[in-house]
């Protein structure tokens, strides 16, 4: 229930990061004045997405192994390829935890004795205990890593324990509202060799877009980082707001056109109509038992044949039988 994006522009060499503050925990969602766009060095940073609880154990064990090494080797930048693996290698290690503690525990086992005592268990519960550790499923989690590394721009995508880069795509959305941020990029063309003003402003853009769908928060947060390495940059209130007026402007005039053009099709349809209605022919009435029909030649009323079966009239007497 949010929504992050992330996109880039000049050619890859610069990564735009937004995301909304809602915050989702089991059956409990809230948005508080706290940011989920993690800066884990000066040039990659992290949007998180989809259970709260996981994602804390996740992110805590990932900051710690990039941190260790910015400590002792401040000059051997990270590549954001290799968090991206970090954070799919602690997701898969947090699953397995859960799923032995939700299966094997209660069989009083663990992963090592459940391997050690195969031999002694029946095949049958060996197969149904794997089948059952295989299909178990965790909370899901989404995370966007973001950033420049010696090779220049990144975006990758983690849903749960698979990661895919997008870096020829040029931008990336999760959360419940990725396809109307997804849309928003798509209509406009964007891709990876925009320029850096406009490639903000469709960030943006596609944020808001989002907040249609249900559970995606208000509020805004965004990072801007690149093209050098180092350069990790907080869009502050200012630059939010200016971008924010742009939106109701562009959402004013977008409603203020499609009024014109729902008038103007109005206006076609109905000329449509009068046209077909203008081109009717008048009806010709028929001739009833009645009717007096005009002699041409004389001018005068001509009185109808009479109807071959027509009946005679009421006052005359009918023949008696036989006569």
Not at 294 to 300: H, I, L, S
Request: with cysteine; aromatic share 6%; glycine share 8%.
């Amino acid at each position: 229930m949010t929504i992050c994006v992330a996109a880039m522009s000049d050619g890859g060499d610069r990564v735009f990061g937004a995301s909304d503050r809602m915050l989702t925990g089991r059956d409990v969602e809230f948005e508080p004045s706290q940011t989920k766009i993690i800066g884990l060095t000066r040039s990659i940073a992290i949007l998180v997405a989809g259970d709260t609880a996981m994602q804390i154990e996740i992110i805590y064990r990932v900051r710690s192994d990039v941190k260790a090494r910015v400590l002792t080797e401040p000059d051997n930048w990270w590549n954001v390829s290799d968090v991206a693996d970090l954070y799919s290698r602690y997701y898969n290690e947090a699953r397995s935890k859960r799923s032995e503690n939700a299966i094997l525990t209660p069989l009083g086992m663990n992963r090592t004795s459940y391997l050690d005592r195969q031999q002694q268990l029946s095949s049958e519960l060996v197969i149904q205990i794997a089948d059952k550790l295989m299909k178990f499923e965790s909370p899901r989690v989404q995370a966007i890593v973001m950033g420049v590394d010696t090779s220049g721009g990144h975006i990758y995508v983690c849903d749960n324990g698979t990661v895919t880069c997008q870096d020829t795509v040029g931008f990336a959305s999760i959360g419940i509202g990725y396809w109307h941020a997804n849309s928003q990029f798509i209509f406009a063309g964007h891709t990876k060799h925009k320029a850096m003003p406009e490639t903000l402003l469709m960030t943006y853009f596609a944020k808001k877009r989002a907040e249609v769908a249900p559970g995606v928060g208000t509020q805004t947060d965004m990072l801007m980082i690149g093209p050098e390495l180092g350069s990790y940059i907080t869009i502050g209130e200012e630059p939010l707001q200016t971008l924010e007026q742009i939106w109701q402007k562009a959402q004013t005039k977008r409603k203020e056109l499609e009024k014109e053009a729902q008038e103007e099709i109005n206006k076609y349809v109905q000329s449509l109509t009068d046209a077909s209605t203008a081109q009717e022919s008048p009806a010709v009435p028929e001739v009833g038992d009645d009717t007096q029909v005009v002699n041409p030649d004389e001018g005068e009323q001509a009185p109808t044949e009479p109807v071959p079966n027509e009946g005679p009239e009421p006052d005359e007497a009918l023949p008696e039988s036989g006569t």
